[in-house]
């Protein structure tokens, strides 16, 4: 069985540019959520999306968007990007009652 | 304002003894704790949770204490292997069970010597 699949894996951007960053959950999960990890530091949480709907935004400014496609998979985009914005995305999916699981992440290097 | 604390930056065991991994909290409306480990390149893998109606949940090798009145947990590693290294990090939700917003520490890296 897949897990929870990101990609890309890598990207480097420059500053004041637009990213999107792709997942797409295990099958039969309806939930995604986004998190961002920056080097030194637990992952924060960003976003989460439950049918299509968003049921939880965390403390980021409205540069950060999310959404979620009818096949549960979602996209990050993210706009003007800053120096500060370089780190690890990670989306993680969930089926009600059972927990996270993660993707391995998209690594952002933002020059 | 750090809500889950992880004051131990990293932790050095040898193989075969125990790990302790330390978690404290600042938020009384937290009720589901989690643990995750990651390796580098990985993302977190859910190892271990408990709520807070328990003080204590085992699986395996792994057990996860939970101190309510102090708002500190601690997860236990016996014995530790050499695979065990990892960083660790701990997480908790507030109301909504485990998949729910999580609010993570920054982590500890155990490293578990041959």
Same mark, same amino acid.
């Given at each position: 069985?897949?897990?929870? *699949?990101?990609?890309?894996?890598?990207?480097? /951007?420059?500053?004041?540019?637009?990213? *999107?960053?792709?997942?797409?959950?295990?099958?039969?999960?309806?939930?995604?959520?986004?998190?961002?990890?920056?080097?030194? $530091?637990?992952?924060?949480?960003?976003?989460?999306?439950?049918?299509?709907?968003?049921?939880?935004?965390? +403390?980021?400014?409205?540069?950060?968007? %999310?959404?979620?496609?009818? #096949?549960?998979?979602?996209?990050? #985009?993210?706009?003007? !990007?800053?120096?500060?914005?370089? &780190?690890?995305?990670?989306? %993680?999916?969930?089926?009600?009652?059972?927990?996270?699981?993660?993707?391995?992440?998209?690594?952002?290097?933002?020059? | 304002? $750090?809500?889950? /604390?992880?004051?131990?930056?990293?932790?050095?065991?040898?193989?075969?003894?125990?790990?302790?991994? +330390?978690?404290?909290?600042?938020?009384?409306?937290?009720?589901?704790?989690?643990?995750? /480990?990651?390796?580098?390149?990985?993302?977190? *893998?859910?190892?271990?949770?408990?709520?807070?109606?328990?003080?204590?949940?085992?699986?395996?090798?792994?057990? =996860?204490?939970? +101190?309510?009145? &102090?708002?500190? !947990?601690?997860?236990?590693? =016996?014995?530790?292997?050499?695979g065990d290294s %990892?960083?660790?990090?701990? %997480?908790?939700? &507030?109301?909504?069970?485990? #998949?729910?917003?999580?609010?993570?520490?920054?982590?500890?890296?155990l490293t578990v #010597?041959?």
């Amino acid at each position: 069985d897949a897990g929870v *699949t990101q990609s890309p894996t890598h990207l480097i /951007k420059t500053r004041g540019q637009h990213v *999107t960053l792709r997942c797409s959950p295990i099958s039969g999960h309806k939930s995604v959520s986004w998190y961002q990890q920056v080097l030194g $530091q637990g992952p924060q949480f960003i976003f989460q999306y439950y049918e299509k709907e968003e049921r939880g935004r965390g +403390n980021f400014p409205d540069r950060f968007s %999310a959404r979620q496609f009818p #096949n549960y998979s979602s996209e990050l #985009n993210v706009n003007a !990007l800053l120096l500060g914005d370089s &780190a690890l995305y990670l989306c %993680a999916s969930s089926l009600a009652g059972h927990g996270y699981t993660f993707g391995s992440g998209t690594r952002l290097t933002v020059v | 304002d $750090q809500q889950v /604390k992880q004051n131990s930056p990293s932790l050095s065991v040898q193989e075969g003894r125990i790990s302790i991994l +330390n978690c404290d909290y600042t938020n009384s409306m937290f009720d589901y704790f989690l643990w995750y /480990k990651k390796y580098p390149a990985e993302g977190p *893998t859910f190892l271990i949770s408990i709520s807070s109606i328990k003080d204590k949940n085992e699986d395996g090798r792994f057990t =996860v204490f939970l +101190n309510k009145s &102090a708002k500190h !947990l601690s997860l236990h590693i =016996v014995p530790s292997q050499p695979g065990d290294s %990892a960083v660790y990090f701990c %997480a908790a939700s &507030a109301g909504g069970g485990s #998949n729910y917003k999580l609010t993570f520490g920054k982590g500890t890296l155990l490293t578990v #010597n041959p």
